[in-house]
């Protein structure tokens, strides 16, 4: 990463991939042959030669899943310059949205993405929307070029964890 795209990265916000609840995650139209851990797994994301791609359409629809609740700053979307998505829109706590529904929802933010968000510099998200986020769908509705596959090379969620009292941790005082 530059050091012109990591400087738009707040010193106290982190990558939040750690705290992705993987058996929860879907993710609707995506190829069989280069799914959604493609772009958004440690290890894969950053093999250039991997990547997410849409299957029937160019249009993509993912469900991330936290662990535990986060506070979402930015978001980095990784793709090339033809195929690489266009306009996406993100949803914070809407579990389970699908195709035929997803405009019913107002989403919490829309990002325009540029040829720069492409090569990595992230999207600053409206903080205030995205304070108590426990999961994100991520509609990617369009590509750059409007072709039928949208390719999807990397994306990173960058923020900070919610303090929370983790309630399955906490034992039972016995009274004596």
Not at 27 to 51: F, I, M, T, V
Request: hydrophobic share 35%; glycine share 6%; charged share 25%.
């Amino acid at each position: 990463m530059s050091a012109e795209s990591a400087s738009a990265i707040p010193r106290n916000q982190v990558d939040l991939l750690d705290y992705v609840d993987w058996s929860g995650v879907e993710c609707l139209n995506q190829s069989s042959s280069h799914p959604l851990p493609n772009a958004l797994k440690q290890g894969y994301r950053e093999d250039e030669g991997l990547s997410l791609e849409s299957d029937a359409d160019e249009q993509l629809l993912m469900y991330l899943p936290f662990t535990q609740v986060i506070k979402l700053h930015s978001i980095v979307i990784i793709g090339p310059e033809e195929e690489g998505p266009k306009t996406v829109k993100l949803y914070a706590n809407k579990e389970h949205i699908g195709f035929s529904d997803v405009n019913d929802f107002t989403p919490s933010d829309i990002a325009t993405l540029s040829e720069d968000n492409l090569k990595g510099k992230p999207f600053i998200l409206k903080y205030v929307k995205f304070q108590n986020v426990r999961s994100l769908t991520i509609f990617i509705e369009e590509n750059q070029s409007g072709s039928d596959i949208t390719k999807v090379q990397k994306i990173v969620l960058y923020g900070t964890t919610v303090e929370t009292t983790d309630m399955k941790g906490l034992k039972k005082i016995e009274s004596h």
